[in-house]
């Protein structure tokens, strides 16, 4: 084996390049089991981020199922999910260009529409979260109608799969801001759906109702079953039999699974435990159990960031835990013995995976990236092993976090040198980092440049206490735990502490500038897509997100020397530090106005400032050119800004 080479840190040359990445990486989501085969979502960056229905038959072999010039893929509350469903071998889905609804009957290749042709491409209705009610021949799930003036209005709803394609449905529930999981009994006598409204975010509160069909399909006898204001509920599904609900709440301060007994009307726990069964509700469609029989569930709970799957006995309370080799589970699917779920570890991509509940054995049917697997490539090499740390912060409190050292067999740094770290923000700000091996962390790491990815304060995954740190102290707390958590690797001597630069997006991109404005420790970073006046985006953003800053600064206008106390672009006269920004032309969660004000305030003092705007791209690259030239140009705008060392890609 070659001598590895005494190298700086950040000038590794590494095989885990930006084209290898791109090339290689396929996005997976929203598995299903139907007729004894299973299907996912495949996001497909070289083919302009297309979301494309796949099989997997009983012999193995992977299918395509959306056609040529169709993309499955919604765009309620602008983060979509649930955009698909498959019986008896019709797939309905929405297509992505016009987000009508389409029924694609097996064998056919050209997709009839169900609903109508939009109006324009700013007034249209857009489907998601759908179950098919075969007794009445249609397909019932969230609507959203962006056809009048102002906020779009959100309703469940049905739509005839018997109709013309005219018609836009039929309302079965309406009077709330937002909706989800509409949930038919398996007889369909009856319907479960969640509900909530302005300010609240599915994570803050939402209440589930349970409700008779009447003889002409629509709701009757309507009544709260679960939730309110201020208990998040989340993924209600019927029991086998039909005589229970199961759902998950935080009602105890984590969110934990409960039965609702239909005819008693009374809830029992399952499972009380400090650890999290439920996730925050970006997406449509989140599944993090599943009936695997008719007394049993397959679940995944985490604690300290870390997820595990067990089966769930319900007449005992018994839970078993599963090892399988994965620390973040998604999209849980059963029939019986048989486990679907997407999956993934440190040491392991994404994958869609199933496991046989009686044998424990598991099969990998699909993986994001084969990388580790090309045995001329070697990459397994250069993974860097994630490391769960827990370091103090403000306050007197914990925070947490995952750090990955450099890793390259081919080189050393000097033994008088540290790294440099690259902090990263997970977006949301109620979300998490993800503990699934991320080729793009590896990027930095196999280049001798650490990485920090933080779950600050308001992070999930840590029960409800800890994610209302974050309440009315955006800014603050997340900005505070971010420099607390580098300052933690650098007092031991991990990480150099004159060479740390901070990026995120989205939210967390918010963070990232905050932390250069109002805190003189990070000596450069990028941000992807990223809020700059916060005041902004309260005024200017889509309906899903326009209360959450209620929750995270104040309300506005009322807390408005707040928002522009917290709004980094009001203080860029204290940023002094390079920044790259990297923005979508069609964002319309966080604007492209919101970074090209920032980058003109700093352009206008002298700042080292660089500017990336996409055509076509909206929250989140999906388009494999664009992915790279973002991973290309960060680095070389730290290396020539920040840590002045040579790059050799």
């Not at 569930?297 to 599963?322: M, N």
């Not at 106005?593 to 076509?616: C, D, H, I, P």
Request: include cysteine; aromatic fraction near 12%.
């Amino acid at each position: 084996m070659p001598q590895s080479k005494a190298a700086p840190y950040g000038s590794w040359k590494s095989p885990i390049t930006s084209d290898l990445i791109v090339a290689e990486t396929t996005m997976l989501s929203d598995v299903r089991l139907a007729g004894g085969n299973v299907y996912w979502l495949e996001g497909r960056p070289q083919e302009h981020g297309r979301n494309v229905i796949v099989r997997q038959g009983p012999d193995g072999a992977p299918t395509d199922i959306t056609p040529a010039g169709f993309n499955a893929r919604t765009r309620v509350h602008e983060y979509g999910g649930a955009s698909w469903l498959v019986t008896a071998g019709t797939y309905i889905f929405s297509n992505f260009a016009d987000q009508r609804l389409y029924r694609q009957r097996a064998g056919e290749s050209v997709p009839e529409p169900l609903t109508p042709v939009p109006m324009s491409p700013e007034h249209h209705f857009r489907y998601s979260d759908g179950v098919l009610d075969p007794e009445r021949r249609r397909w019932i799930g969230v609507r959203e109608d962006h056809t009048g003036e102002g906020e779009p209005v959100n309703a469940i709803v049905s739509v005839d799969l018997d109709g013309s394609g005219t018609a836009p449905g039929r309302v079965l529930a309406g009077g709330h801001d937002f909706f989800c999981s509409p949930r038919l009994s398996p007889d369909g006598t009856r319907i479960a759906w969640l509900a909530w409204d302005h300010p609240n975010m599915p994570w803050n509160g939402t209440t589930l109702y349970l409700a008779d069909m009447d003889a002409d399909g629509a709701p009757a006898d309507i009544r709260v079953i679960a939730g309110g204001v201020t208990e998040s509920v989340f993924q209600p599904e019927w029991s086998p039999d039909g005589d229970e609900i199961i759902f998950v709440s935080d009602r105890s301060g984590w969110w934990n699974l409960y039965a609702f007994e239909a005819a008693t009307g009374a809830t029992r726990p399952l499972c009380p435990m400090q650890a999290e069964f439920g996730v925050p509700q970006w997406n449509f469609g989140m599944s993090t159990y599943a009936f695997a029989g008719r007394g049993r569930i397959v679940c995944v709970f985490t604690k300290a960031g870390l997820g595990q799957l067990a089966t769930l006995d319900l007449a005992s309370g018994s839970l078993q835990a599963i090892e399988t080799g994965f620390t973040e589970f998604g999209s849980v699917r059963a029939d019986g013995d048989r486990v679907v779920f997407r999956g993934g570890a440190s040491d392991r991509p994404t994958s869609i995976v199933t496991l046989d509940l009686r044998s424990r054995q598991r099969l990998i049917l699909k993986q994001a990236t084969d990388l580790l697997d090309r045995t001329e490539l070697l990459i397994a090499n250069y993974i860097t092993e994630v490391e769960s740390i827990e370091f103090p912060t403000t306050g007197g409190t914990t925070a947490f976090g995952l750090f990955y050292p450099p890793r390259n067999p081919d080189y050393v740094g000097s033994t008088l040198e540290r790294p440099p770290l690259l902090v990263k923000c997970h977006g949301g700000p109620t979300s998490s980092a993800s503990s699934t091996l991320n080729f793009g962390i590896q990027f930095w790491t196999s280049r001798g440049i650490a990485v920090l990815d933080v779950n600050y304060g308001g992070s999930t995954g840590f029960g409800r206490d800890y994610r209302e740190r974050l309440r009315f102290n955006w800014g603050i707390v997340d900005v505070d735990d971010c420099v607390n958590g580098a300052k933690f690797l650098g007092q031991q001597g991990l990480v150099d502490l004159t060479r740390i630069v901070i990026s995120g997006g989205s939210a967390g991109g918010y963070t990232t500038l905050a932390a250069l404005a109002f805190r003189d420790f990070f000596q450069g970073g990028a941000s992807y897509y990223g809020v700059s006046d916060a005041a902004a985006l309260a005024r200017d953003t889509h309906k899903f997100e326009s209360r959450y800053l209620d929750w995270l600064i104040g309300p506005y206008p009322e807390e408005e020397a707040r928002y522009r106390e917290r709004s980094p672009v009001h203080h860029a006269d204290r940023l002094s530090k390079p920044v790259i920004f990297f923005q979508g032309s069609e964002d319309a969660v966080v604007p492209p106005n919101q970074t090209e004000v920032m980058v003109e305030a700093l352009r206008r003092k002298g700042n080292a400032v660089g500017y990336f705007l996409f055509s076509g791209e909206q929250h989140g690259f999906r388009q494999a050119a664009n992915i790279k030239r973002c991973l290309d140009a960060e680095l070389s705008f730290y290396a020539v800004e920040v840590f002045r060392i040579g790059l050799t890609f």
